[in-house]
């Protein structure tokens, strides 16, 4: 496609249940990220995959969240046993070469754990 | 730990009306700064950067100079445009290329 898509654009879910979020990058885009934004406040890095692997995972914030990446391209955010405080908007950008300043990003999956 | 306050939003203004969106920072080192902005139903797209003091960035009719010594970057337009209302983020260069460190965003409204 033109831009990175995600999906789902939103989705409500009871806690304690799992949650895949998906990102579509730019065709030939190598670099991929995962931010949340919670409300009234600035984004918050989760994880950078360079092609399928993530060499810096260190934003997830449990053992709850994953995520993975697969051919390069497609990946999915899962939280599992999900809390309240998940509730954000997450969002995907990719890039050609690592850095995002060059990124481009989705509009985001709003998540609402009620 | 390095940090970025922006002024908060909504801001409203008038159409050709002057604006300013002030950014302050805590930072050791010398970051680079940045200010995104998100449109109504669009991705976040980068609007303009500095990297080192005194630069000014500008795009679209926007500018933002990097002012170490007030540890500013103040967001910049001389007549806004009704198609100027989204959301401006200022964001400062972290540890690493991709994780910025962002400021809670500023809301902007332009009335015709």
């Known amino acids: 496609g033109a831009g990175v898509s995600q999906s789902p654009s939103n989705k409500v879910t009871e806690k304690g249940k799992d949650v895949e979020l998906r990102c579509d990058p730019i065709s030939g885009h190598t670099a991929l990220y995962w931010y949340r934004q919670s409300l009234g406040q600035g984004l918050e890095f989760l994880i950078y995959?360079?092609?399928?692997?993530?060499?810096?995972k260190s934003g997830l914030p449990s053992d709850r969240f994953s995520a993975e990446r697969t051919g390069g391209s497609v990946s999915t955010l899962t939280i599992q046993r999900t809390q309240q405080e998940d509730s954000a908007v997450y969002l995907c950008?990719?890039?050609?070469?690592?850095?995002?300043?060059?990124?481009?990003f989705g509009q985001g999956t709003r998540l609402t754990v009620v | 730990g390095d940090s970025v306050t922006q002024m908060e939003g909504p801001v409203t203004l008038s159409e050709e009306a002057f604006l300013t969106i002030n950014c302050t920072y805590t930072?050791?080192?010398?970051?680079?700064l940045f200010w995104y902005v998100q449109y109504p139903g669009e991705g976040l797209q980068l609007l303009l950067k500095?990297?080192?003091a005194d630069d000014k960035g500008s795009n679209k009719g926007f500018e933002a100079t990097y002012r170490k010594e007030t540890t500013s970057f103040h967001l910049e337009k001389g007549s806004v445009q009704v198609s100027d209302s989204a959301v401006y983020f200022c964001?400062?260069?972290?540890?690493?290329?991709?994780?910025?460190?962002w400021g809670a965003g500023t809301k902007l409204i332009i009335k015709p």
């Open positions: 995959f360079q092609g399928n692997s993530a060499p810096d």
């Open positions: 950008a990719s890039s050609l070469v690592p850095g995002l300043t060059e990124a481009f």
């Open positions: 964001a400062l260069s972290g540890e690493s290329n991709y994780q910025l460190i």
């Open positions: 930072a050791t080192g010398y970051p680079s």
């Open positions: 500095a990297t080192k």
